[in-house]
């Protein structure tokens, strides 16, 4: 059974810096990709970044420039650090993983969720 867990979500003043980790854990799988997704109150969940094994990355743009993805392959683990935070930054933040060798395809996997709220 794989599971993600989270951490490092909280509050924080606007301007402020934030770092989530959130590591992959269990047997038979192979990383293809992780990222972190958000979801404010009252929006859809959308995509923060993400990063594939080979360091590829993609952010949203209304985080270019203040949000860094990073990995540890060795780890299964992705973080996200957060600087220059804004109120509309405030929301659930999920980690989510790409993960082959558990299914006939690459499955997505999802992690519990993490609070982050952002004071002005």
């Known amino acids: 059974q794989v599971q993600l867990v989270e951490s490092g979500g909280g509050l924080v003043q606007a301007g402020g810096s934030l770092r989530l980790s959130c590591a992959a854990s269990g047997s038979g799988f192979t990383v293809v990709a992780m990222g972190w997704y958000r979801q404010a109150p009252g929006k859809q969940r959308e995509l923060v970044a993400s990063i594939t094994t080979s360091d590829i990355t993609d952010y949203a743009d209304s985080v270019k420039g203040r949000f860094t993805i990073s990995r540890d392959n060795a780890k299964n683990t992705v973080y996200l650090q957060m600087n220059s935070l804004k109120p509309e930054d405030t929301a659930v933040y999920y980690c989510?993983?790409?993960?082959?060798?558990?299914?006939?395809?690459?499955?997505?996997?999802w992690g519990q969720g993490t609070l982050v709220t952002v004071s002005s």
């Open positions: 989510n993983a790409d993960l082959g060798g558990l299914r006939p395809y690459i499955a997505q996997y």
